[in-house]
């Protein structure tokens, strides 16, 4: 693979502005980059489209990294589709698949041998960019609620389908992104979450102001009753379930994206649908908690209250504040507590005869069996496939001895496993839609790392078996990509992935890093790495990418980082403090310039995650770090690919933008440093086809610059 030379970059608008920000004078010479309408900024962004085509023509890609065999070899890997575990409702069951060949997945229902498709974007929008957002059945099995949003930007639309004629029965229903949908016995009304109208709101609000709202089937959404939600944080975001039985209606809302969740709970047996009652079961406590009313009608409530890894608590859901709660499982000290369910008879026997609890211990899954009432640890285990993570523990609604779950590991597509409390035996339910042809003989590996202020760090390692000694250590160094995101409390977890397994078996090395801020070893993991302490995150990554050089796995000029999103502000951050440490860089609609971020898409959400920029201390800690401003005029910077997304509503590319013009502008390195722009697109769900497009030239450039020997002309 040869790389062309790129020695000029277009002319960017630039200015010289400083800005005196609480004591900070701050420079920010490409704010006129920001305002995408602008003649001069869409000028750039064309003249950044034609040099990106320009590398890509000179970009002589041959072997595993051609582009038809690297399409060929992506689509293979992703051939195994996926397939979720059910929601059952009475015999009809319902989920979501995608085979191999499929760009979006679709709703399947299905009852006794037969089944069909349900829903099915493509068949929406032929074009492929309509995304189903989200879906959730009735209680009784015979409708469906469900959202899709156009070309990327997640504003989703709301509509009723009804299951056994497939018509249309209620929607559109706009201004409903982020919208959970709990459905009232019978199917005649559902609570939900919209935004307020836009006429109604300051022109830079009308993403936020949620509330909760009740909706009757055939009435018009201007009827709706507002419920909840009037006088909380505007930026609020909203969670709404209604116990099986009806009697129950559960809300919870958190200021944006803060790790703390208020909990009410109002009784609907002794209060109007349209006027709730709401009674506190935690609010105003530095805490994340979930409540739900189980078959049994006990309140069961998971907490990091006084458990930063997470405990469950009991209570009568009459009583349901904290004083009032039993801790049924106590915090384990080293694995965080994910998600219980518990088995009874069925039907009519509502008394618990197993409950199940789901840990992540070091991002690894198990799942344990206790008692329903003591919460004393039984001597059966669940068995998993092997050492690899779950997602979710569903339950029939109207109970039983069954309990299904999805697995996978960095070998093993996503399956759908059953556990049968009568056998205490755990078997696939449900495999992949398709095949995957050829796996590579691959070796995934955990790794400790010790970071700059001594923490231990956890990081996975995949390497082609017939690269590793009898002990796992790597024979020579290899071209390596480093992973990671560490934010917002999400945990990377081992999981089957197309991009890897193509990376690994072409002889190169796939680190995924498993860094403070995010949710791998619990609450307090999180806030490690969040406001004032963000650059533990970043020192986390480092240590990674210091160790594998130190242990022979690769050098610092076949080492790539990777990131999105807030794994591109990681990487952003990566390449602006230790460029010696990367060849290349891939950065995916990444958050960039954090003295501004908060102003634009859902910035403003997140002030509790980084800082807010209006306070003089944590604009302080924000300039610390924030890769637009550590731009050093003669760096050698490594190679940079950034991808952003026209249709993104989260992260505005107008930070891919910035930070590309002041590279561009600083580098003394012939490295290149590139934007591909996508259109049609957003932050979230793609079309199979777009996927594999954008992984493709993905690997291609950090192949390239990392010269991998499986992409060798």
């Excluded at 009519?348 to 609890?357: E, F, M, V």
Aim: negative net charge; contains cysteine; hydrophobic residues 40%.
């Amino acid at each position: 693979m040869t790389a062309p030379a790129l020695r000029t970059y277009p002319s960017a608008p630039r200015r010289d502005l400083v800005e005196d920000l609480h004591g900070h004078l701050v420079a920010d010479p490409f704010r006129d980059l920001e305002d995408a309408s602008s003649e001069p900024t869409e000028a750039w962004s064309a003249a950044q489209d034609d040099l990106y085509a320009q590398y890509r023509e000179q970009l002589h890609a041959t072997g595993a990294f051609a582009t038809d065999v690297l399409t060929d070899r992506l689509r293979s890997l992703l051939g195994a589709g996926f397939v979720s575990p059910p929601a059952w409702r009475g015999e009809r069951r319902f989920f979501s698949r995608r085979s191999g060949d499929q760009e979006h997945a679709v709703v399947v229902v299905a009852e006794g041998g037969t089944e069909r498709v349900l829903l099915d974007p493509i068949v929406l929008d032929p074009a492929g960019t309509t995304t189903l957002d989200s879906w959730q059945p009735s209680k009784e099995g015979h409708l469906v609620a469900y959202q899709v949003s156009s070309g990327g930007t997640e504003e989703s639309v709301l509509h009723v389908l009804d299951v056994a004629t497939g018509e249309l029965v209620d929607g559109p229903i706009d201004r409903a992104r982020y919208s959970p949908v709990a459905w009232l016995p019978g199917g005649d009304a559902f609570y939900y979450v919209r935004r307020l109208p836009p006429e109604t709101l300051p022109e830079d609000e009308t993403q936020y102001h949620r509330r909760v709202w009740l909706h009757r089937l055939g009435t018009p959404a201007t009827e709706d009753v507002e419920v909840f939600g009037a006088g909380l944080d505007h930026t609020s975001y909203y969670g709404v379930s209604v116990s099986r039985d009806g009697r129950w209606l559960i809300v919870s809302a958190s200021a944006g994206t803060a790790p703390r969740t208020d909990v009410w709970i109002a009784d609907l047996a002794a209060s109007p649908a349209e006027a709730p009652w709401f009674v506190e079961v935690a609010v105003g406590l530095d805490a994340q908690t979930g409540a739900w009313v189980a078959r049994d009608g006990r309140l069961y409530v998971h907490t990091d209250l006084d458990a930063p890894r997470g405990r469950l608590a009991v209570t009568d859901p009459t009583e349901p504040g904290v004083e009032h709660w039993t801790t049924l499982l106590a915090q384990d000290p080293t694995a965080v507590l994910e998600d219980v369910a518990f088995i009874d008879g069925g039907g009519d026997d509502t008394t618990p005869t197993q409950l199940l609890a789901s840990w992540r211990r070091h991002a690894v899954s198990e799942v344990s069996v206790h008692d329903p009432r003591t919460g004393e640890r039984r001597p059966q285990t669940v068995t998993l496939p092997g050492l690899g993570s779950i997602s979710g523990l569903a339950t029939r609604p109207d109970g039983g001895p069954e309990v299904w779950f999805s697995y996978t590991d960095h070998t093993t597509p996503t399956s759908v496993q059953r556990y049968d409390a009568r056998t205490g035996l755990t078997t696939q339910w449900a495999a992949p839609p398709g095949l995957v042809a050829d796996l590579p003989d691959v070796r995934a590996q955990q790794i400790e790392v010790t970071s700059a202020d001594g923490t231990t760090v956890r990081a996975f390692v995949v390497a082609r078996t017939d690269a590793l000694d009898a002990d796992g250590r790597p024979l020579a160094p290899a071209p390596t990509i480093l992973y990671g995101y560490g934010g917002f409390q999400i945990s990377l977890d081992p999981a089957f992935s197309a991009t890897t397994l193509a990376w690994v078996e072409a002889g190169g090395v796939y680190v995924v890093a498993n860094l403070r801020g995010g949710g791998e070893e619990g609450e307090d993991w999180h806030r490690a790495g969040m406001r004032a302490h963000k650059q533990n995150v970043f020192e986390d990554f480092h240590a990674v990418g210091e160790h594998l050089v130190a242990q022979g796995w690769t050098t610092p000029d076949r080492l790539a980082c990777w990131g999105g999103s807030n794994g591109g502000l990681l990487v952003g951050a990566a390449l602006t403090q230790r460029p010696d440490l990367f060849a290349a860089v891939v950065c995916s609609a990444p958050l960039l310039d954090m003295v501004r971020y908060q102003r634009f898409g859902l910035g403003v959400t997140w002030t509790e995650e980084y800082g807010d920029a209006d306070d003089p201390t944590e604009l302080g800690w924000l300039l610390g770090y924030s890769p637009y401003h550590r731009v050093v005029d003669g760096t050698a910077y490594p190679a940079t690919l950034f991808t952003v997304f026209e249709g993104d509503t989260r992260v505005d590319p107008l930070h891919a933008r910035k930070l590309a013009a002041a590279l561009q502008a600083a580098t003394s390195s012939d490295r290149p440093v590139l934007v591909r722009r996508e259109r049609g697109v957003g932050h979230g769900g793609r079309a199979l086809s777009r996927t594999i497009g954008l992984i493709v030239e993905q690997l291609q450039f950090v192949a390239e610059r990392t010269g991998l020997a499986g992409s060798a002309a």
